[in-house]
């Protein structure tokens, strides 16, 4: 069974100096955000990797500390990263050390350990090798379990998560590795998904958009990827065209297909005009309050934060049965589990929600009672706060 890490009383009452490492800068409103506004008020806190000052203006008590991390592996620049990392440790002297994304993994695991870092901790938000084959999934499950074994602390953000990695021989002291109350990296900002403050702005986006109120709207908010489902969900768009017409498709998120997807729709004029492509956006709360249904058809995930988002605004979401996505969709109570990579099931499910309005309705409401349970920000925090509250009594 995953263990998980819950609420202490804390007998501690100075600030720890905490440290966070990320290797790029596009995951600290997704995956930290929520977090970082807490943390403040309890901590002294760091943040560094890759273009990370661009969020100064929008977290001022956070000091920022631009580092450059590759994501692919390169010797060179890796070792000047471990160098600057270290050098990094050693002036600032953290109490804690706590890195997301696998390579900012590996490199804060080398340099915490070789600076003697008090507390060290990484948090796993899915596995890169989980879709690969051959020599590089053994070199990524290897570095996998370096990092487990030179961190004080490993956390997963789920428990399905840590239970795959558990049959893989990938464990925390023999067990499955924690999770922070029943998963996510941070929780939901409940005041931000609220329908009531998002509606009159939600409702300027539809009309900007053309989507009429008759629609029954699907969405797609991630990485344009394979890993994320993204042919899937415009293969499933198109067969559902041939018997819906009233409906449109949200495809919102950073094409990393090197341009196969947009061709995929130009190319299909008849399909084009019901799917709306957009880029990354800042404001997806606006995008899932026009939404009637999430879809995230994923080969992989660690948790899949943008569900329980779309929870909070009552939205239930059509997702694989993989690791990450069981726990953030109850089958069929919040939303609908369908085979990764079926896009039959895929085509089904949402013809099913299209035919049974109601549905998607009963399922959005379990789902936002399920948020306020479970995975709120302040819960996810006070996890969080806690777990690195007794870790430092424990080395101190």
Not at 300 to 318: C, K, Q, Y
Not at 326 to 339: A, F, H, K, Y
Request: charged letters at 25%; a positive charge; hydrophobic letters at 40%.
């Amino acid at each position: 069974m995953v263990s998980r890490i819950t609420k202490m009383n804390p007998s501690t009452t100075s600030k720890l100096k905490v440290l966070r490492v990320v290797t790029t800068h596009e995951c600290v409103p997704w995956h930290m955000g929520n977090t970082l506004i807490r943390m403040t008020n309890d901590f002294d806190v760091y943040v560094a990797g890759q273009g990370v000052s661009a969020y100064a203006n929008i977290y001022p008590e956070i000091k920022w500390i631009d580092l450059k991390i590759e994501r692919q592996f390169s010797p060179f620049h890796d070792v000047r990263a471990i160098l600057k990392l270290c050098r990094t440790f050693i002036e600032l002297r953290p109490d804690i050390v706590h890195s997301i994304m696998p390579k900012a993994g590996l490199l804060t695991a080398i340099s915490g350990l070789i600076c003697r870092v008090p507390v060290r901790i990484h948090t796993f938000t899915g596995q890169v090798w989980a879709t690969k084959q051959g020599v590089s999934r053994l070199l990524l499950k290897t570095i996998d379990r370096f990092i487990i074994l030179v961190n004080t602390l490993c956390l997963t953000d789920s428990p399905s998560q840590s239970e795959f990695l558990y049959q893989q021989n990938i464990s925390f002291n023999g067990q499955p590795i924690p999770v922070l109350s029943k998963g996510s990296l941070s929780g939901v900002d409940v005041a931000r998904f609220s329908y009531d403050r998002v509606n009159r702005d939600a409702t300027k986006l539809r009309i900007r958009l053309g989507v009429a109120e008759s629609d029954f709207v699907f969405s797609f908010i991630a990485r344009k990827s394979r890993d994320k489902g993204a042919y899937e969900i415009i293969q499933a768009f198109s067969e559902l065209l041939k018997s819906c017409s009233n409906v449109k498709l949200l495809f919102v998120g950073p094409d990393e297909s090197n341009g196969e997807l947009s061709k995929l729709i130009i190319d299909n004029p008849t399909v084009a005009k019901h799917i709306i492509d957009v880029d990354r956006v800042s404001n997806h709360e606006l995008y899932l309050a026009i939404s009637d249904v999430l879809c995230l058809p994923s080969y992989r995930e660690g948790f899949g934060s943008i569900v329980i988002d779309a929870a909070a605004l009552s939205i239930p979401t059509i997702g694989s049965d993989v690791p990450g996505l069981v726990d953030s969709i109850d089958n069929n109570v919040t939303g609908v589990l369908i085979r990764a990579g079926d896009t039959n099931e895929l085509v089904v499910a949402m013809k099913s929600f299209i035919d049974n309005p109601d549905d998607a309705k009963s399922m959005g409401k379990e789902a936002l009672e399920r948020v306020m349970r479970f995975f709120t920000a302040d819960i996810l925090y006070d996890s969080l706060k806690d777990t690195y509250v007794r870790l430092s009594i424990k080395r101190h």
